[in-house]
């Protein structure tokens, strides 16, 4: 195992935010920020990284006759090794240039206020995290299996987030408050930056900020011994030399356009009514492949390339306070969501068999929940 060269400036994580008030009174503001934000616990694969491989194991082949008997399924012969994975045959090793991931934000914003008690903002919001830390396989012709694992900064693992924001801002003092906004936005990706990734409907996959399959196609040259096999187990994964293979595209919770409106009606009698109304164009999907790994972890159409049907959420909530005395106040109160009781789609069987497509999951139906506090 290599060492890993990191040092203190690649911990640092500066932040800087500069504001211009364009008309000299306060109601016309210019933002601009940025920040690059560190991430310390990605190079925590490296305690994997060491002279025994975190999960060794031998795949085998069934290569004799059909039916077999007991017997014949204890003879060796019948079966022939296709795969191991240990320290000596699959040694690792780690990028002595590797760095912690890291993800650039940009900020460029436009308050204007507008009269006494009302604002208006217009935000561009841009992030990226490039050359992320990934296990990948290279060709190493002097190891009997022909390949090693590097940890690496992976030039095809990344993601990217873009927006364009307006928001509306403001009250009529005693009466109304106000939040109205449109957001359009796209999230894409070669992976999904949580924890795991789901590669059918009840089998998550370790794919995230740490190591996975990702990036695991070793390319080989023509005439190596074991081309043929690795070229047949690991196609459509990844790796260098063969970029991301359909993994990078619309993440599963992109939405390419939301609105939103959100406001509280102060009621005669000390009553509070409140709404709030919110429009989804519908999150990206796609079909996963079967992987000759095993589980559906292949992109033949790319990533994202399917969006879920549109859906809105209507939610209404009704609250009043009853004063007791010495200080008690009782709240009493319903909630009603999704007032129009849709039950649209919003996720699909993916996986490329004769379920794909089926409905996998439906917006919540409508229901009410009443609720009493006690204040004192």
Do not use: C
């Not at 740490?210 to 070793?218: K, L």
């Amino acid at each position: 195992m290599s060492g890993q060269n990191s040092g203190v400036g690649d911990f640092l994580q500066p932040r800087a935010t500069v504001a211009f008030d364009l008309t000299g009174d306060g109601r016309n503001v210019l933002k601009f920020g940025y920040g690059m934000y560190s991430l310390p616990i990605s190079t925590q694969p490296l305690g994997f990284f060491n002279s025994n491989f975190a999960s060794s194991y031998r795949s085998y082949s069934w290569v004799g006759a059909e039916n077999p008997t007991e017997s014949q399924l204890k003879d060796p012969s019948n079966w022939v090794k296709i795969w191991e994975q240990s320290g000596a045959a699959t040694p690792e090793e780690a990028d002595p240039k590797l760095k912690p991931d890291k993800t650039n934000k940009f900020l460029l914003e436009f308050d204007r206020q507008l009269g006494k008690n009302w604002a208006l903002k217009f935000r561009g919001i841009y992030s990226y995290s490039h050359n992320l830390i990934e296990d990948i396989q290279l060709y190493a012709p002097e190891l009997d299996s022909e390949v090693k694992y590097l940890l690496t900064n992976f030039e095809s693992k990344k993601r990217d987030y873009r927006a364009l924001e307006v928001e509306l801002n403001g009250r009529i003092p005693g009466r109304l408050m106000l939040n109205a906004s449109y957001t359009w936005s796209q999230s894409k990706g070669a992976v999904p930056g949580n924890s795991i990734e789901l590669v059918n409907w009840d089998l998550p996959w370790w794919n995230g900020y740490g190591i996975s399959i990702f990036g695991d196609r070793p390319m080989m040259p023509e005439g190596a011994a074991n081309k043929e096999l690795y070229d047949y187990l690991f196609a459509g994964v990844g790796g260098r030399g063969f970029g991301d293979e359909g993994w990078y595209g619309f993440l599963p919770y992109s939405v390419d356009h939301i609105i939103k409106l959100s406001g509280t009606y102060f009621a005669p009698y000390g009553a509070y009514v409140s709404a709030n109304i919110e429009y989804l164009s519908g999150y990206h999907w796609d079909k996963k492949g079967l992987s000759n790994l095993g589980p559906y972890l292949l992109f033949p159409e790319g990533r994202g390339g399917r969006t879920t049907p549109p859906h809105m959420y209507i939610d209404i909530a009704l609250e009043k306070d009853f004063l007791l005395g010495r200080g008690l106040k009782l709240g009493l109160g319903v909630n009603a969501y999704n007032i129009l009781n849709s039950q649209r789609p919003v996720s699909f069987i993916q996986e490329d068999n004769s379920l794909f497509g089926q409905v996998w999951a439906r917006q919540l139906p409508r229901w009410t929940q009443i609720k009493a506090t006690l204040k004192f």
